[in-house]
């Protein structure tokens, strides 16, 4: 039997990655990154010794299947609103993220943010020209589509290519601003995210507005059940509240294969419960 654990005699360093929020999005700096420092051989004598720190939790097993990867969108329409505002349509709202290869010089920058309106309509429908992104939905005084984005700093690599790492969001729109208008975008993306339950039934009938109405219930459910937290809505409130999962369950169950996972949603309110019976 062999144990592998952390001590004061591992080393550690600042990231490239200067901001993460799983509400706020991220920031990543590709010029502090270090080339190779998680590969055998790596120098780290200027890297600092780690401090060890305490854990009162009980470390457990995850439940669920591994946050992967899932289906990828091209952009569906592009519209350039000035020199450094590019708006993207990918056709389809999703829970994942972005991936975008660009090409600039060190210290030019791109910031990048997604959102499931185009104007003040609730509804889906194709960007034009007259129809601006919307970012002014708030909640509990944070308005959780401005306040929402990732940002990179170029390294001046003749390509580069920045997803988020740690960061997850609902979207159908993203716009794109850039710091210099010689920034190059050469391709950029939406990657779909998520547990991806095995599926243990199906539905199909005459009526094509049936078969959209449960496509679309499957879609959702892949959205809203992310990284491992049955959420609201993954673009703005990212809570888990309990009442939308009340009403979801039944209709989740007869499509996707879930004991495993309401197994950990109980055991969350373990977790968070208070000695008084709140969370």
């Known amino acids: 039997e062999e144990f592998i654990t952390s001590d004061e005699s591992w080393r550690s360093m ?6 993460n929020n799983f509400f706020g999005g991220e920031k990543y700096d590709a010029r502090l990154a270090k080339k190779d420092w998680s590969t055998p051989g790596h120098h780290d004598t200027d890297w600092s010794y780690a401090m060890i720190g305490t ?8 439940l669920l299947p591994p946050v992967q ?3 990828i969108h091209l952009p569906k329409i592009t519209i350039q609103r000035s020199p450094t505002v590019i708006d993207y349509d990918f056709g389809v709202t999703i829970g994942g993220y972005w991936e975008i290869e660009l090409e600039g010089k060190t210290g030019m920058s791109v910031t990048i943010r997604g959102t499931e309106k185009c104007g003040d309509n609730q509804h889906q429908k194709s960007l034009t020209i007259e129809n601006q992104l919307h970012w002014e939905g708030a909640h509990n005084k944070r308005y959780y589509y401005r306040d929402c984005y990732s940002q990179y700093v170029l390294n001046g690599n003749v390509t580069e290519t920045y997803k988020p790492r740690f960061f997850y969001q609902g979207f159908r729109y993203v716009q794109v601003t850039l710091s210099d208008p010689t920034i190059k ?5 939406a990657i779909e995210t998520g547990h991806f339950q095995e599926p243990v039934g199906t539905f199909t009938c005459s009526s094509l507005y049936l078969n959209r109405l449960h496509a679309m219930i499957g879609q959702t459910f892949k959205n809203n059940f992310n990284q491992g937290v049955a959420l609201s809505n993954p673009n703005s409130e990212k809570y888990g509240w309990t009442g939308d999962v009340h009403l979801f369950a039944e209709t989740a169950d007869y499509s996707f294969w879930l004991p495993a996972l309401w197994t950990k949603w109980l055991q ?3 977790d968070a419960q208070q000695w008084a019976g709140t969370s």
Not at 14 to 19: D, E, G, R
Not at 55 to 62: D, W
Not at 185 to 189: L, Y
């Open 14 to 19: 600042a990231s490239p990655l200067t901001f």
């Open 268 to 270: 969350d309110f373990g």
């Open 55 to 62: 854990y009162r939790g009980k470390v457990s097993a995850q």
């Open 69 to 71: 990867e899932g289906r």
């Open 185 to 189: 975008i050469k391709r950029i993306k």
